[in-house]
């Protein structure tokens, strides 16, 4: 009793958020009500730790580790398979919100494929573009599985073993992982030393605006409808309140997180006055597969594929960045 100590270490101190990692799993294994909890954890987890005089560093963002399911496993089987421990299936923990699509592991079927390999994109994306320290398990991005096993402390064999014979499947995500983690790196936005607040600054202007499917703000009845599995976060590259290795204020690319974890497609109206009227919005490569159009005006709307998240930028032509 009490050993689960998450957001309770004192100043300095940095931690594996598990409780980010049950709300990255449940979002997008489709739970309902979890929308809110979701948006806490990706905007950098304040409630745990702002209060204690920490940073969005002091949480570290992880989704799997060397316990428990692989990120292949997390989309491959609802249950754990550890047998091979000789344990008789009672270690390991549980429960793991995971979910097979259909087939409790490996499957030929082109469909389940290929919405598992969706669900692991939407998950790594979530993680390269939250706020906090994110932390990417070892194999991860080359498709590495335990064969559901969640425990594999006692495994010195082709459980733990890495495959490097990576077939088509498993270098096009080694590509994916490798581009989201460069996004990342090059924009300040997803790094920001102090936390989100929401509020209105002196210009009346807030650095994070959730955003709702039909083009307005989020509201407290949208967040608790239980049903909401579909939202923006919309991140002001012109508020991050930060000062860069210069001395100057840190400005970046004003950034829409578009996020849909239902199994049904999802139209956005984009945000115009709250994104500081851009004269249009970008799809950014590592997204393109989650949208049904590349290019899109500021009065448009774009289609998010179900189960998938897409990142837009604001592009204003008529001024550079940071001016």
């Known amino acids: 009793p009490g050993g689960y100590q998450v957001g309770s270490f004192p100043w300095q101190w940095t931690e594996w958020n598990g409780k980010y ?63 091979a421990n000789l344990e008789d299936n009672r270690d390991g923990h549980e429960p793991n919100y995971s979910r097979n699509f259909g087939v409790e592991g490996p499957t030929t079927n082109h469909r389940i494929l290929a919405q ?14 939250s706020q906090g320290v994110p932390m990417l398990l070892g194999g991860d991005e080359i498709g590495r599985t335990k064969k559901g096993n969640n425990n594999t402390y006692c495994q010195d064999n082709e459980l733990n073993w890495y495959d490097w014979d990576l077939t088509d499947r498993n270098k096009a995500f080694l590509n ?17 030393h102090r936390f989100l607040t929401g509020r209105p600054d002196h210009e009346l202007i807030k650095d994070v605006v959730w955003w709702h499917p039909s083009g307005r703000e989020m509201n407290d009845n949208d967040w608790s409808d239980s049903d909401r ?45 709250a994104a500081g009227d851009p004269v249009s919005w970008e799809v950014v490569p590592e997204s393109r597969r989650a949208v049904r159009r590349q290019s899109l005006s500021v009065t448009d709307s774009v289609i998010v594929k179900n189960n998938l998240m897409a990142v837009l930028a604001a592009r204003f032509y008529n001024r550079r960045k940071g001016d």
């Open 176 to 192: 994916f992982t490798q581009s989201v983690i460069a996004f990342r790196r090059a924009h300040p936005n997803f790094r920001r």
């Open 21 to 83: 990692r049950d709300a990255v799993r449940r979002f997008w294994r489709g739970d309902a009500g979890t929308g809110g909890e979701f948006a806490s954890r990706i905007a950098g987890s304040s409630d745990l730790y702002e209060l204690s005089g920490r940073k969005p560093c002091a949480s570290i963002n992880f989704v799997t580790a060397h316990d428990g399911f692989t990120l292949e496993d997390q989309v491959s089987y609802e249950h754990k398979h550890n047998f």
């Open 116 to 129: 598992r390999e969706k669900i692991k994109r939407a998950i790594l994306g979530t993680l390269f573009v």
């Open 229 to 273: 599995r579909s939202f923006g976060m919309l991140l002001r590259g012109d508020r991050i309140d930060d000062v860069g290795p210069d001395g100057h204020n840190l400005q970046d690319d004003t950034f829409l997180i578009l996020l849909n974890a239902q199994d049904q497609a999802q139209r956005f109206t984009l945000p115009h006055e």
